[in-house]
C-alpha cells in the first residue's frame, strides 16, 4: 500500500484505479480557513445574549461542526434564536478569518492542473460566498453551495450531488474533502471520494473511524489524488 509524506499508508490504488479525478467538493471551515477563534468568540457572545449567565458550550458546538447552524441548534437543545447574534458576529469578526498554510498554493495548482472546484459548507450560502470574496478566493470556484440552498444539508448528500452537477462530474471522479465525520457521510452517500482534512483542530480518531478513503495531513498530500486533466504550462 503506498504511504503518504508523513510515512501514513493510504488506500489510494482502488480510488487512483478507478477513474481520473475531474472535480473536488471541499467543505469551507477547518479545510479551507481557519475560523475556529472566530466561530468560538461569535458562539460565546450569542449564548450570553439569549440564554444569559453561564458557561457557552462550545466544545459541545465544536462537535457538530459542518451541519447548519439551526440544525446545531436543535440538536443541542438551544434556543434558535442564537443563530441572529451569531451571524451577526461571524460577518463582524470575519476579518479575522485566514486562509490555511499551503491552501493558496493548493487551489491554484489544481487550478492549472484543469480540476474543478466548489465549497460545499454547513453555512449558509451568502455569508460563504461573502467570506470567500473578502479572503480573495472566490473566483477560484465553480459553485459555492450553502446549507439553506438545498432540501437537506450535510450529513445528506444534496450539497456534493448538487455541486457535481454543476461541475459535470460523475461520483467516481471526484472527492470530497472535509474536516468533520458529516462531510464524510455527505461523501459516502453521494459516492464520492472522502479525504479527511487533518490540518485543523479536529478529531481525528472519529474522521478515520467514519472511513475515508484518503487521510490528508497537509493540503498539498491532496495533490496525490489529482492529476492534471489538461497540459501545463
Not at 458546538?61 to 447548519?68: I, Q
Not at 448528500?157 to 472527492?175: C, I, K, N, R, T
Not at 472519529?206 to 475515508?212: D, H, N
Request: aromatic share 6%.
Amino acid at each position: 500500500m503506498p504511504k503518504n509524506p508523513t510515512g501514513d499508508s493510504w488506500p489510494y490504488p482502488a480510488l487512483l484505479a478507478r477513474h481520473r479525478i475531474r472535480a473536488v467538493v471541499f467543505d469551507l471551515d477547518g479545510v479551507l480557513v481557519d475560523s475556529y477563534e472566530v466561530m468560538r468568540q461569535a458562539f460565546t457572545t450569542a449564548y450570553a445574549e439569549v440564554v444569559g449567565d453561564g458557561e457557552a458550550p462550545f466544545e459541545e458546538y465544536n462537535k457538530h461542526l459542518g451541519r447548519f447552524f439551526p440544525d446545531i441548534m436543535r440538536i443541542m437543545n438551544l434556543p434558535p434564536e442564537m443563530e441572529t447574534p451569531f451571524v451577526r458576529e461571524s460577518y463582524r469578526l470575519s476579518g479575522q478569518v485566514r486562509l490555511f498554510d499551503g491552501v493558496p498554493e493548493l487551489l491554484m495548482e489544481l487550478r492549472d492542473r484543469g480540476i474543478k472546484m466548489a465549497v460545499a459548507t454547513g453555512k449558509s450560502g451568502p455569508r460563504a460566498r461573502a467570506l470567500l470574496d473578502q479572503i480573495g478566493v472566490l473566483s477560484m470556484f465553480e459553485q459555492v453551495i450553502g446549507s439553506d440552498e438545498v432540501a437537506r444539508p450535510k450529513p445528506a448528500p444534496d450539497m456534493v450531488e448538487l455541486a457535481l452537477s454543476v461541475l459535470g462530474a460523475h461520483p467516481w471522479e471526484a472527492v470530497m474533502v472535509g474536516d468533520a465525520v458529516t462531510d464524510l457521510a455527505s461523501a459516502h452517500g453521494a459516492g464520492v471520494a472522502a479525504a479527511a482534512a487533518m490540518w485543523a483542530d479536529t478529531d481525528e480518531a472519529a474522521l478515520l473511524a467514519a472511513g475515508p478513503q484518503a487521510v490528508l495531513r497537509r493540503p498539498s498530500d491532496l495533490l496525490v489524488l489529482c492529476p492534471a486533466t489538461v497540459p501545463v504550462g
